[in-house]
């Protein structure tokens, strides 16, 4: 070896570019065993929360849409939109109006940037909410996956809350008037302290709202709260619960699926699939570690491929189709800015975002049920369906065990029946405070459109109980309820809303005012 | 089909091209179709036409296609209409179509837009770079481009409109002399003075378009098309409105429209203001009083007409005193006047016009007093009534002769409300007693001891007091607060 | 090594390519209009194009700061110029000394000309652009410089 110091160093001066590539990229190459694609898969940080092969039926489009990529996709693209606008946004109540325009007008693509945003934002709530649906309706909660359920019900709360905050920022009207309302909304358990007359001595409301304003009025505190809620404190909690989410997917076992049949087929492709076989150089015992099933080792046929390359194209794929769905929203539809925000003039009517929109018109009925008590019992009910269903059975289908489907209809049509009804009732004639003015609270709080129906959907629920048998057909009944209740309410406030909270058919029947 | 991902690549190679066509279609969108610049590329071409000499190529070389703003940091404004407006300054271009035409008038020369920007006269959606969002009319924003002829409305943000010359400010000028001649102020308050039966306007031109009511106008919906068709027929645009018909001309609506934008107390730096605003501020705090017959004409004749006639009012729903009639001024004390000017009288539509009230001067009250009694000979004293009166009796005499117009209790009908306690307390006895002996000229108050049939005798006369007086002390409360109900403002969004 | 999967899923296909080069494509076109993003149109505050005012407001042989604006106007027989009060080196506001100008921050300083004259100064203070706006008024544009000894003559 003559090789000086020197030399050496020469030579590796020489190989930089080459070392540089190795150390960067390791594999160096497109993979091309099946070896070298699970090293792709598990030597890479973003990658090594798949497992290395992936069942074929969780790879098929119609078991789960896409809907929990969807959203996370959506959220990366409000996340990456959001960095964008707050390179100009300026969180005072003096500037954030102007800072908005200025990003419509001078900002390069700003205007786009920002519907975008808005449009994701929406859509990420969408499909958060369709993804919970398939969840439920594919029995995908059932144990091991309760843990996960609740994560994804926290993740709910969080996207809603995200969206909430993020509503004030523009400090337009409809911005201030819809923080006023969504703030007392959390004062609002003061109609029943106050109706029971003791606010003076335990005043909750009074303290939730001062927590998130900062004040007695929507100002300058409420706006700086609402933004560091909004781009710091509620983005690292779901980022955050989202690595738990994603996680626990995989220690889970994966996707929900059902058993595959002892022996025989495949039933992909319609061709013979070899058995699975050990490979040597692989030890597969770290896999008794994982909770969920084995590899069907020697068992039975193999209905799993690599996920290098066939995942991650799915991924990829659902990831570009929501963006470019979001871009086509985006480039057609303006994000709404009112007027700069008047605390003399009430917006008329001042609507919240729409996913918000069912729970305005629970809360035209009474602030505290309608706002805190309702929204309170429906999260409390979602996140226990996993501990009151345990029988496993029907996971990973699509209404797996038999009468869900038969369930699911009569459900959805009662409740379409009970809600349409209700509503038509209401808009007709009135309620409680309209037929005896001087009634007490207690009374309204109790008895209003929206705690009858919660009531009419839960002893519909008790009686799918008791005439199947079945504590996952109650849950299905009761899930459909809520979703059709959901829905229509939404639907209804959204639609059929105008000034004043009155009953118009259409938007465009509104008085001018 | 063997590749369970084939699907999929199918569905990113989409995905990925409808993204970049959107992306390309964006950004085209944004750098090549703006509205901007094809405008500031045809004000090119005009540059390049009117370039025949040295001046001219200098500011042919010295243009360049880019986004022009005025960023006023005092103002609170940035505008972006220089943007289009290119020759704004340029004294050049007097001949060529808008948007690139010389401002008219000398009047950059002395409010250059560096200094005050556009939309501090203009109004409209200054940071805007389209026409359409600029003029805001059809755009979420308060305050949309003001037509050209009412744009002088927001000269006297920072100038006294009295001392600017009357040929800049033409409807102005004349929307001012409408407001004192139509007297106005009867019924609505403008710097603290007036009346309370309609609203205050001291901020009528910073309303937006959503504190009026416009379900009963055609489009566009803009203030001043409000104020426009409010001004020819109040209760069409806002129905129960008690608003008389000012009766005025197409141009005279248009300059109170005019007059009513320019009501608008907006902050601007001092430095902005002209020497006779600061002058008009200061004189607003130390005001000259007018005299009698000023104050009567700018503050009475609304409801009471010259005062020499009673007369039915149909929107009120009762009978307004004639009160420069002779038999009122003649029978009437001056404190009782006084009383009842500076208190108004509750249980009617008269409010009170003191200097906490509405605002006339102590010298002022004096004055419209004394016009109200001039030509009047002065009262001759009531004979004394020394008889002691029986309210009972008062109470039947009164039922029989006084309820069918003073009401039940004195609480009015066609006829004053006598049992207020601003009556009560301001009216002597003399005054009464004088009232019924001799009635009242020029209103349907009967004498009721006419020399030829006396219908009531001195103790009748005396017994009928007696009872008025029990009035006062139950009547008071309810009466104040009926009169706080029927003097609600009635104009705004309700 | 037995393949497991459906036998060869020709990687290096068409479909793949094309899509995988889609997907960077509009990954780039994105990236590309982000990186425009913090660059606005117009920067917010004043145009760097100053009115200072008629040209007969200042008399041959004066010297007019302007503070806001960071420059000094001059008039001399030839015309006018203006020098930027910005020093050079790292930007703080010069100020007028006896010989012409000097920097408080790190001791650079300029003769009346604008030329260095001491301290680390790279270059010599930048002459500005004058012309006259469409109405008369001098401009000074702060973003143009002209080379040392130009002068505008009205």
Redesign the interface.
């Given at each position: 070896m003559a090789e000086t110091a020197t030399q050496e160093f020469l030579h590796n001066l020489h190989e930089l570019p080459h070392t540089v590539k190795d150390a960067c990229f390791r594999l160096g190459k497109t993979p091309e065993s099946e070896r070298e694609e699970s090293q792709a898969t598990f030597h890479n940080l973003f990658l090594h929360i798949h497992s290395v092969r992936v069942h074929l039926r969780t790879l098929k489009p119609t078991l789960t849409f896409g809907l929990g990529l969807m959203a996370t996709a959506s959220f990366v693209i409000t996340l990456i939109t959001g960095v964008l606008l707050m390179v100009y946004y300026k969180p005072s109540t003096d500037l954030a109006y102007q800072s908005i325009k200025d990003i419509h007008f001078t900002v390069s693509t700003g205007r786009f940037i920002r519907n975008i945003h808005r449009w994701s934002a929406q859509l990420m709530v969408l499909t958060v909410l369709l993804h919970m649906a398939r969840v439920f309706f594919t029995a995908s909660y059932k144990k091991p996956r309760e843990f996960n359920w609740l994560v994804g019900l926290g993740l709910l709360v969080i996207t809603l809350a995200l969206s909430f905050t993020g509503y004030l920022l523009p400090w337009d009207q409809l911005a201030y008037w819809a923080i006023t309302i969504g703030s007392n909304i959390a004062n609002s358990p003061r109609e029943l302290t106050d109706a029971i007359g003791m606010t003076k001595l335990f005043d909750p409301g009074g303290l939730q709202k001062r927590l998130l304003l900062g004040a007695n009025y929507v100002g300058q505190d409420a706006l700086i709260r609402f933004y560091v809620l909004h781009v710091f404190i509620l983005p690292l909690a779901l980022v955050t619960m989202l690595g738990v989410h994603f996680w626990r997917i995989r220690k889970d076992g994966g996707l929900a699926k059902p058993e595959d049949p002892p022996g025989g087929l495949a039933e992909w492709g319609g061709e013979k699939r070899l058995v699975f076989q050990p490979l040597a150089t692989k030890t597969y015992g770290l896999m008794a570690l994982v909770k969920g099933k084995r590899p069907p080792v020697n068992r039975g046929p193999e209905n799993t491929v690599m996920s290098w390359p066939h995942l991650f194209w799915a991924e990829l794929s659902v990831f570009m189709v929501t963006v470019a769905g979001t871009l086509v929203l985006s480039f057609y539809s303006d994000a709404p800015l009112k007027e700069l925000a008047n605390p003399a003039i009430p917006e008329n009517p001042a609507k919240a975002p729409w996913y918000f929109l069912g729970i305005q018109e629970l809360v035209s009925y009474s602030a505290f049920t309608g706002g805190l008590l309702i929204p309170v019992i429906v999260v409390v009910g979602l996140a226990l369906i996993p501990f009151l269903d345990r029988r496993p059975g029907g996971e990973g289908t699509w209404f797996g065990t038999s009468r869900e489907r038969s369930i699911f209809w009569q459900s959805l049509f009662f409740a379409v029946a009970v809600t349409v009804g209700m509503l038509a009732f209401t808009v007709n004639h009135g309620w409680l405070r309209n037929w005896f003015p001087n009634i007490h609270q207690l009374w309204i709080i109790a008895i209003n459109p929206g705690s009858l129906l919660v009531l009419i959907f839960a002893a519909w629920s008790l009686f799918t109980l008791k005439r199947n048998d079945s504590v996952r057909l109650a849950a299905v009944s009761l899930f459909t309820c809520f979703l059709v209740g959901f829905t229509l309410l939404t639907y209804f406030a959204t639609v059929h809303r105008g000034p004043n909270w009155h009953f118009y058919w259409w938007p465009s029947q509104w008085p001018v005012h | 089909?063997?590749?369970?991902?084939?699907?999929?690549?199918?569905?990113?190679?989409?995905?990925?091209?409808?993204?970049?066509i959107?992306?390309?279609?964006?950004?085209v969108h944004?750098n090549y179709l703006a509205q901007w610049k094809t405008v500031q590329r045809e004000y090119l071409t005009i540059l390049q036409q009117k370039a025949t000499d040295d001046?001219g190529r200098?500011?042919l070389a010295?243009f360049r296609v880019?986004?022009?703003?005025?960023?006023i940091p005092a103002l609170?404004t940035?505008d972006?209409c220089v943007t289009c407006h290119n020759?704004i300054?340029?004294?050049?271009?007097t001949d060529v179509p808008q948007p690139h035409r010389t401002h008219p008038g000398h009047i950059?020369d002395k409010h250059?837009v560096?200094r005050f920007g556009c939309t501090v006269c203009h109004h409209g959606?200054g940071?805007?770079?389209t026409f359409n969002e600029a003029k805001a009319e059809d755009v979420?924003?308060?305050y949309p481009l003001l037509p050209p002829n009412m744009t002088e409305a927001t000269c006297v943000t920072c100038h006294d409109a009295e001392k600017l010359p009357p040929d800049q400010i033409p409807l102005l000028v004349v929307g001012m002399k409408l407001y004192q001649e139509k007297s106005c102020g009867s019924c609505h308050k403008l710097g603290g003075r007036g009346g309370t039966l309609g609203p205050a306007l001291d901020n009528e031109g910073a309303k937006?378009k959503?504190?009026l009511?416009?379900?009963n106008?055609k489009p566009p919906?803009t203030t001043w098309s409000w104020q426009n068709a409010h001004f020819r027929d109040p209760g069409g645009v806002v129905p129960g409105s008690l608003m008389r018909n000012p009766t005025v001309t197409r141009p005279e609506t248009l300059a109170l429209t005019v007059y009513m934008l320019s009501q608008w107390k907006r902050d601007v730096p001092e430095s902005y203001l002209a020497p006779d605003k600061i002058e008009q501020k200061y004189r607003a705090l130390h005001p000259t009083p007018l005299t009698g017959e000023q104050v009567y004409r700018q503050y009475c004749t609304a409801c009471h007409g010259n005062g020499a006639y009673t007369r039915w009012d149909k929107k009120f729903n009762r009978f307004i005193p004639a009160i420069r009639g002779v038999s009122l001024v003649s029978t009437a004390s001056r404190d009782y006047l006084q009383a009842n000017i500076e208190q108004g009288r509750p249980g009617t539509q008269m409010p009170a016009w003191g200097p906490h009230a509405g605002g006339l001067l102590p010298e002022e009250i004096t004055g419209v007093i004394e016009y109200l009694r001039s030509g009047a000979t002065a009262a001759a004293p009531a004979p004394a009534l020394t008889l002691h009166g029986d309210a009972g009796n008062g109470l039947s005499l009164f039922l029989r002769n006084c309820a069918g117009c003073h009401g039940m209790n004195g609480r009015g009908g066609m006829a004053p409300e006598i049992g207020n306690p601003v009556f009560q307390q301001a009216a002597p006895d003399e005054f009464i007693i004088r009232t019924i002996r001799n009635g009242r000229v020029g209103t349907a108050m009967p004498a009721f001891q006419r020399p030829d049939a006396p219908a009531l005798g001195d103790q009748d006369i005396a017994d009928v007091l007696a009872y008025l007086r029990t009035l006062d002390s139950h009547r008071g409360q309810k009466a104040i607060a009926q009169n706080t109900v029927t003097a609600a403002p009635s104009g705004g969004?309700p | 090594m037995s393949r497991l999967d459906p036998p060869p899923l020709n990687r290096r296909s068409f479909l793949s390519l094309a899509s995988l080069g889609s997907f960077f494509a509009a990954l780039g076109t994105a990236a590309a209009g982000m990186l425009r993003l913090p660059n606005p149109a117009v920067l917010p505050g004043p145009v760097r194009r100053f009115k200072l005012g008629p040209p007969e407001q200042f008399s041959a042989g004066s010297e007019t700061p302007f503070a806001e604006q960071n420059l000094v106007l001059f008039r001399d027989d030839e015309g006018f110029y203006a020098i930027s009060s910005t020093c050079t080196h790292l930007g703080c506001t010069v100020a007028r000394s006896k010989d012409g100008f000097a920097c408080p921050c790190h001791g650079s300083r300029f003769d009346s000309k604008g030329s260095v004259i001491g301290g680390p100064a790279p270059r010599p203070l930048p002459w500005l652009e004058v012309s006259r706006a469409a109405n008369g008024e001098l401009i000074v544009n702060a973003d143009n410089e002209v080379p040392e000894g130009t002068r505008y003559r009205v």
């Open positions: - | 089909m063997n590749d369970p991902s084939r699907i999929y690549r199918w569905l990113l190679l989409v995905a990925s091209l409808v993204t970049i959107y992306l390309v279609s964006a950004a944004e001046r200098e500011l010295k880019e986004m022009k703003q005025a960023s609170g940035v972006r020759g300054d340029d004294p050049r271009m950059l250059p560096d959606q940071a805007a770079l979420f924003w308060d937006s959503h504190q009511i416009m379900t106008l919906h969004k | -």
